[in-house]
C-alpha cells in the first residue's frame, strides 16, 4: 500500500493521454467537496462528470492546447480519480483507443503494463463509448482501476479514470466506479446525417498526360448543370449511377470531353459572385445545352450518353396526374427521401428511402391531389429543389438550430396520441428516451406520416434552419448537396 501511495505522485506528471511527460505548475488543494456533489463541464469539450463527495486533494491543469484534466487524490487510502480531455488523433473507435489511454495512464504511475477484465462498447446518451476494468501491478502491489472513454465532439475524447489498491474496502470501489461512470457528453448526441463532404471531390477519375486531371467535384458539377438544365434535383438514390455514367464519359479518350469537365466546374465556381437569379438562369442554360448534346449522343449509341438518358426518362415517368399538372417518379423519390430524413430525426436513428416504401406514398399522394391547391401542387413539383435546401440548411445549421428542428419534428411525427406528450418533453435527454423506445416496426409510420404533409407544413417543420437556409433562389444548387 505505501508504495503505491508513493507512486500516486508519479500521476502528477501526466498530460493528456498520449500528451506530454512535463510536470504540471498546477498545486493540489484539499477540498471538501460536500456529501452531494453537483455535475461539473469539462474544459474544453463538452462533457460533464460529478466530483467523489468528501475531502479530496484536487488538482487541475490545462498542459498543451486542447487538453485538459482534473484529478482528485486520497494518498491515505492509496485512491486516485481522474477526468481528462484530449484531441482525436487517428482511431476514432472508442473500444480501440481506451486500451491505449489506460496504458499511457498506468505508466505514468510506473506500471508496466495491465490486464484487463470486462470491456465494453456502447452509446452514453448518443456518443460512443467504451468502458473497462483492469488490474495492474503499481510499486509493488495490485491495484484495481476501472476507466471510461467517450468521443464527445468530433475533435476531442473525455476520459474518466480511477484507482483503488486491491482489497481496499467496498466503498472504495464504488467511489472509483461511481465517478467513472458519471462522464457523460454535456448534450445528448443524437443522430444527424451530413451531406456535404461525404464525397472525396479531390478524387481523380480522369487523366491524360500534359492535361490538368478531372476529379470528381468536375464530375459533380455537371451533373449538378445537368439538374438545373432540368429544372429540379435528382433524387440522392441516382447519384451513384449519374455519377459512374459521368466519369466513364470523363474517361474517354476525347481530350475535349475532360476540358469540358473541367470548364463546367470552373464556370460553376465563377457564378458564386453573381445574383441569384443570374446565376441559376445561366446554370439552366448551360445544363439545358449539356443534356441536349447528351441526349443526341444517346440515339448514336454512345454507352454513357445512353445510360444519363435512361436516368432521366425513368425520373420524367408520370405516376400521379398529367405531365402539365402532375408529379414524376422522380418528385415521388425526392418527397419520399426528404420523409425519411425527417423520420430520421424523429427517431433519432437511420431511416432511408425503402423502395418497397414508395408506392405507398405515390398513393396517398394520388388521393389527395385533385384536392390541393395550385401552390401546393407546385411546390411538390419542386419536391427536388426543397430537399436539396433541406440537406444544405441542415450541414449549415447550428447545433441550438438543429435541436429545434428536431423537437418540432418529432412532436409532428409521433403517433397522433404521443404528439402532446413529446411536445411537453422538458428537453433533449427527455426526448431522447422517448426516441429510444420507438420500435423498428414503427419507422414506416414516421415517413408515411412525414411525406404526408402539407407543403406548409414542412416548410414551418424546418424553419429554424432559416438563417442558414437563406431567402436566395440559389440555395438548392450548390455543390455537394
Request: glycine fraction near 10%; charge should be neutral.
Amino acid at each position: 500500500m505505501q508504495r503505491f501511495v508513493s507512486a500516486l505522485g508519479l500521476l502528477l506528471l501526466l498530460c493528456a493521454c498520449g500528451g506530454r511527460d512535463e510536470p504540471s505548475d498546477a498545486v493540489a488543494q484539499l477540498a471538501d467537496l460536500g456529501v452531494d456533489p453537483q455535475a461539473q463541464h469539462t474544459v474544453v469539450a463538452d462533457a460533464r462528470y460529478t466530483p467523489p463527495a468528501g475531502t479530496w486533494h484536487v488538482r487541475s491543469d490545462s498542459l498543451a492546447p486542447g487538453q485538459w484534466y482534473e484529478e482528485y487524490a486520497r494518498k491515505d487510502a492509496g485512491m486516485l480519480l481522474r477526468v481528462t480531455v484530449f484531441p482525436i488523433r487517428g482511431a476514432r473507435t472508442p473500444a480501440v483507443v481506451v486500451g491505449l489511454a489506460i496504458d499511457t495512464f498506468l505508466r505514468s504511475l510506473g506500471a508496466d503494463g495491465f490486464g484487463s477484465g470486462e470491456r465494453r462498447a456502447f452509446p452514453v446518451w448518443g456518443a460512443p463509448a467504451a468502458q473497462s476494468t483492469w488490474t495492474a501491478m503499481v510499486g509493488g502491489g495490485r491495484v484495481l482501476g476501472e476507466a471510461r472513454l467517450l468521443r464527445v465532439s468530433d475533435e476531442h475524447w473525455a476520459f474518466a479514470v480511477g484507482v483503488a489498491p486491491e482489497g481496499s474496502p467496498k466503498q472504495s470501489t464504488a467511489i472509483v466506479r461511481g465517478f467513472v461512470s458519471s462522464l457523460e457528453p454535456g448534450h445528448p448526441v443524437f443522430y444527424a446525417r451530413r451531406f456535404a463532404g461525404g464525397s472525396d471531390f479531390e478524387l481523380v477519375v480522369a487523366r491524360a498526360p500534359g492535361e490538368v486531371p478531372v476529379t470528381l467535384a468536375d464530375v459533380a458539377a455537371v451533373e449538378l448543370v445537368l439538374e438545373a438544365g432540368v429544372g429540379t434535383r435528382f433524387p440522392l438514390s441516382t447519384r451513384p449511377a449519374m455519377r459512374g455514367a459521368l466519369r466513364e464519359h470523363a474517361a474517354e479518350k476525347d481530350a475535349q470531353t475532360r476540358a469540358s469537365f473541367r470548364e463546367v466546374r470552373g464556370a460553376l465556381d465563377k457564378s458564386l459572385g453573381m445574383a441569384p437569379d443570374e446565376r441559376v438562369a445561366g446554370m439552366r442554360a448551360l445544363g439545358s445545352r449539356a443534356l441536349q448534346g447528351l441526349l443526341t449522343r444517346a440515339t448514336r449509341g454512345y454507352a454513357p450518353a445512353r445510360k444519363i438518358a435512361a436516368i432521366w426518362r425513368r425520373l420524367r415517368e408520370v405516376v400521379i396526374g398529367t405531365p402539365d399538372n402532375g408529379l414524376t417518379v422522380g418528385d415521388v423519390r425526392c418527397l419520399h427521401e426528404h420523409a425519411a430524413f425527417l423520420a430520421s430525426l424523429a427517431t433519432n436513428r437511420e431511416v432511408r428511402a425503402d423502395v418497397e416504401r414508395e408506392p405507398a406514398i405515390a398513393a396517398e399522394l394520388k388521393r389527395r391531389w385533385s384536392g390541393l391547391a395550385t401552390s401546393d401542387k407546385r411546390a411538390l413539383r419542386q419536391a427536388g429543389v426543397a430537399w436539396a435546401r433541406l440537406r444544405k440548411a441542415w450541414d449549415e445549421a447550428s447545433v441550438a438550430q438543429r435541436t429545434e428542428v428536431r423537437s418540432l419534428v418529432a412532436a409532428a411525427l409521433a403517433p397522433a396520441e404521443q404528439r402532446e406528450p413529446v411536445a411537453a418533453l422538458p428537453g433533449p435527454r427527455e426526448l431522447m428516451q422517448w426516441m429510444d423506445a420507438i420500435g423498428a416496426e414503427a419507422l414506416d409510420g414516421f415517413v408515411l406520416r412525414a411525406a404526408a404533409l402539407e407543403p406548409a407544413e414542412l416548410a414551418a417543420l424546418v424553419a429554424p434552419l432559416a438563417a442558414a437556409t437563406g431567402t436566395d433562389g440559389s440555395t438548392g444548387w450548390d455543390l455537394g448537396w
